[in-house]
């Protein structure tokens, strides 16, 4: 309505670079597209390098900037806690956030292991904020209209789900140690930083994990130590060789409650394979597939389809009746892989706004990091691994 000023929302966020650029774009697109009941306003970052942070303050849109995230947390002038750094610092900066009784969103994965990540699922619940991890792929129009198909019972009982992440932006063997490579920084290796999405997109569409079995690599045992330079481009700081410590590709099966079975890929040595992100699933009236490198396009077989014309058909969700896509452009005028993040931002921002928990939350990063955890042990076990809770 024309003169009734919205509700605003002040966001600080932790870090800058890659996922920092995502999610500053996010806050400030929502309200241009989406009607929300809130109104984020960028109001501080915090980094530690002094110069690099007034910098993306400046460039990104923030009103201010602090040098430590605890100087961030503490301020009253911020409702919201955004932490967009690497893995092994969310669980403190979140645990410190809900006590200050700030909303919180995280990247994934939440953290280094599932003992961490209940203690943010605790401290989350215990001073009653809002919660959320950004797996961003959930919310592509596509894939909210495949969930919409499976619940709608458009594929009957579901047989297969088959989900890889393949990626290959380290597969010179010169690419610097990078802290995506470093176990007590992230956690895991590619099956933290891409098989996390495809897990959380399983879980999404077709429900729970029963059991699991992995085998994980690491072809590369040792680089050059560097560092991000943002996206996920890297650059060398010495002739100094350090170890890799995490899985460059990791593999595993799967049973799912449901009875389906999962067959499951994560690696970064997949070459020519940018991020493609896909599955597919089988059920007993049809087939449904996406791949995030054409990610407004869903493929559906239904084997109930006249015979003669069956065949996978190629739906472009861009139409009004696809979730979110009506906010922005006609009909086959695409969106892209910075919409996700505001799809999930909105739903953040109405869970803050209607008082309800919005999804996926710290429970869904626990449940996503006790697989994480039990597909290691699996590869280290060459055993079967039941899913507990
Ligand atoms: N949702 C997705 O698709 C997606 C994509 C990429 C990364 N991620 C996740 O986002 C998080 C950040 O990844 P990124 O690619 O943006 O990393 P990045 O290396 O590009 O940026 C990390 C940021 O954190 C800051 N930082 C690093 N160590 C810190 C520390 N100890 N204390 C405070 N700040 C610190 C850096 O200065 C930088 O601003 C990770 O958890 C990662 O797994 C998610």
């Known amino acids: 309505m024309v003169g009734v000023k919205k509700k605003e929302i002040r966001i600080g966020m932790v870090g800058y670079q890659f996922m920092g650029k995502a999610h500053s774009h996010a806050y400030r697109d929502l309200p241009f597209y989406f ?15 002094e ?3 007034k910098e993306a303050q400046k460039k990104m849109g923030w009103e201010s900037y602090e040098t430590d995230w605890r100087a961030l947390i503490k301020r009253d002038d911020i409702d919201v806690i955004d932490i967009v750094t690497p893995n092994h610092t969310h669980a403190e900066i979140a645990i410190a956030a809900a006590e200050a009784g700030k909303h919180i969103i995280t990247e994934k994965p939440l953290a280094l292991n599932v003992e961490d990540a209940k203690r943010m699922l605790t401290a989350v619940r215990k001073n009653g904020v809002k919660h959320m991890i950004c797996h961003n792929y959930r919310f592509v129009p596509a894939v909210q ?16 789900y088959r989900g890889s992440y393949l990626q290959d932006f380290i597969i010179d063997p010169n690419f610097p140690l990078i802290w995506r490579l470093q176990k007590e ?23 729970e994990f029963k059991e699991i079995v992995s085998t994980m690599d690491t072809f590369i045992k040792e680089r050059p130590i560097g560092e991000m330079t943002g996206g996920l481009s890297a650059k060398g700081n010495s002739e100094e060789m350090g170890e890799v410590t995490v899985d460059d590709a990791t593999s595993f099966l799967a049973r799912f409650e ?5 067959n499951f890929e994560a690696t970064r040595f997949a070459a020519g394979n940018r991020n493609k992100n896909k599955f597919e699933i089988n059920g007993e009236k049809g087939s449904i597939r996406w791949d995030m490198e054409n990610m407004n396009n869903l493929e559906v077989y239904f084997t109930d389809d006249e015979e003669g014309v069956q065949g996978f058909r190629m739906i472009n969700c861009t139409e ?17 892989y910075e919409h996700t993040f505001i799809h999930l931002m909105d739903e953040f921002l109405r869970g803050i706004a209607g008082d309800y928990q919005p999804s ?25 691994i039941e899913i507990g809770s």
């Open 35 to 49: 009607d929300n009941p809130l109104k984020p306003v960028l109001k501080a970052i915090s980094g530690r390098n």
């Open 320 to 336: 009004e009746v696809h979730p979110y896509v009506g906010a922005y452009w006609p009909a086959g005028h695409i969106i892209g």
């Open 185 to 207: 920084i992230s956690g895991s290796g590619a099956l933290g930083d891409i098989g996390a999405h495809s897990i959380d997109l399983a879980r999404f569409l077709i429900g």
């Open 258 to 262: 449901n009875g389906a079975l999962g």
């Open 145 to 160: 209209y495949a969930k919409q198909l499976i619940d709608e019972g458009r594929l009957g009982k579901i047989y297969h």
């Open 51 to 53: 110069e690099a942070v």
């Open 360 to 384: 996926p939350n710290f429970e869904d990063g626990v449940k996503n990091q006790i697989l994480l955890e039990a597909i290691e042990q699996s590869a280290k076990d060459k055993k079967w």
